[in-house]
C-alpha cells in the first residue's frame, strides 16, 4: 500500500472525519448568516451563533479520541489526518475572528 492510500483508509473511520465535517458545516453557518444579515455584531448572540458553538466545541472530544486511539497506533497515518482536522477547525474559526462577530 502507498501512502495515499493509507491515509485515505484512516479517513474511513468516523472519529476521522467527523470534525471535518463538523467544521464544515459550523464555517457553512457562519458565511449563510453573513450572507443572508451581514456582519454586524448583534446584541444578542442568535441561533447562528449557538450553533457554530456547539458544531465547534463537539469537535474537540471527537479529535482528542481519534488522536488518542491512533496517534499510538500508527502515527505517520494519524499525522496527516489531524493536519487535515486542524486546517478545517482554522477555516471555520478564521472567518469569526476576522469580521469580528
Known amino acids: 500500500m502507498d501512502g495515499r492510500t493509507v491515509r485515505l483508509s484512516?479517513?474511513?473511520h468516523p472519529t476521522a472525519w467527523v470534525p471535518v465535517a463538523m467544521s464544515l458545516a459550523a464555517l457553512a453557518v457562519v458565511l449563510v448568516h453573513v450572507a443572508l444579515f451581514g456582519a454586524a455584531r448583534e446584541a444578542d448572540e442568535g441561533t447562528a451563533a449557538?450553533?457554530?458553538q456547539l458544531l465547534i466545541a463537539g469537535q474537540l472530544?471527537?479529535?482528542a479520541f481519534f488522536a488518542a486511539r491512533w496517534l499510538p497506533r500508527?502515527?505517520?497515518q494519524?499525522?496527516?489526518v489531524l493536519a487535515l482536522q486542524a486546517g478545517a477547525g482554522v477555516a471555520a474559526l478564521s472567518p469569526v475572528y476576522l469580521l469580528g462577530l
Do not use: N
Open 50 to 52: 449557538h450553533l457554530w
Open 10 to 12: 484512516m479517513l474511513r
Open 61 to 63: 472530544p471527537v479529535v
Open 74 to 76: 500508527s502515527p505517520s
Open 78 to 80: 494519524a499525522l496527516p
